[in-house]
């Protein structure tokens, strides 16, 4: 799992830290980048056109300038992002807000658990899948 990049959208900087404590507990040895918002998350990744895009991107449903939604269309209509893996990690397990993001073209979504140790569990399965299991087009 190592050597490979995640950018995590998420607006608040306590959930932040914690996805940043977990990938550390959890043994994954990848690079995590934080985007504030959607417009930083569209703009960190344009600015990695045609140099290598991350693995996989963690995004949260709200978001301040553009929500997790906006997101998720813009990447699914440029096509140096159209097959970017997108997981999106919400508190909310509506089935409206996951059929609404499935359709909208997410790769997963996951719930975020409340208690730390199932936190650290999750970040580690979805390292391990998306970092060292996954096959992506064009890049291995």
């Known amino acids: 799992m190592s050597g490979k990049t995640i950018l995590l959208v998420e607006d608040n900087p306590d959930e932040a830290e914690l996805t940043r404590i977990a990938f550390a507990q959890s043994g994954c040895e990848c690079a995590l980048e934080v985007a504030g918002d959607g417009v930083e998350a569209l703009g ?17 449903m709200n978001l301040p300038k553009l929500d997790g939604r906006e997101v998720l269309q813009a990447l699914r209509a440029d096509p140096a992002t159209r097959t970017l893996p997108v997981v999106v990690l919400s508190t909310s397990a509506e089935p409206g807000d996951v059929a609404e993001m499935y359709a909208l073209g997410a790769n997963s979504y996951v719930q975020k658990p ?19 299991l996954n096959q992506l087009p064009g890049r291995g």
């Not at 409340?114 to 060292?132: D, K, P, T």
Request: hydrophobic share 55%; net charge positive; proline share 3%.
């Open 114 to 132: 409340m208690a730390f140790a199932s936190f650290v569990e999750m970040v580690r399965r979805i390292g391990q899948y998306w970092l060292s």
């Open 44 to 60: 960190y990744l344009r600015a990695r056109a045609g140099k290598t895009l991350p693995a996989v991107v963690l995004l949260d």
